[in-house]
């Protein structure tokens, strides 16, 4: 369905209060939430798919303080709501790994498949 790599570091999603929205991580979040949705809307050009769907996210990071891989996971397809799909309500299945690399090599692959009623990935 949809394949495109985020260059960079990735940056796990944080909890926000109303209070907190306004702090330096947060900011830096929502920061990035805003670069994977503009590089989706540059591979995926159709309307939001409404049926289930399976995500693999490849995350390339470099040593430092690295978060849990369900936070970058997160980070990712919160995104992506509203732009590839309706809701990630609609993930039925979800491959993450997270990958050692050089520091200019830091990225996240991101492939998206729309799932049949069965929970097979529709290849077109």
């Not at 670069?35 to 995500?55: C, D, E, L, T, Y």
């Not at 990225?107 to 009623?117: K, P, Q, T």
Request: aromatic letters at 8%; charged letters at 30%; proline letters at 4%.
């Amino acid at each position: 369905m949809v394949e495109f790599t985020v260059p960079g570091r990735a940056i796990p999603a944080v909890r926000m209060t109303q209070r907190s929205k306004y702090s330096k991580p947060a900011q830096r979040y929502l920061r990035y939430k805003s670069q994977i949705g503009w590089v989706a809307r540059q591979h995926f050009k159709g309307s939001p798919v409404s049926g289930p769907v399976a995500v693999n996210v490849k995350l390339y990071l470099s040593g430092g303080n690295q978060g849990d891989i369900d936070n970058y996971f997160k980070s990712v397809t919160d995104s992506l709501n509203k732009i590839v799909y309706d809701d990630d309500r609609q993930i039925k299945t979800m491959i993450a790994r997270k990958i050692e690399c050089e520091k200019e090599d830091q990225r996240v692959e991101v492939e998206i498949y729309e799932l049949d009623s069965l929970g097979n990935a529709e290849i077109s």
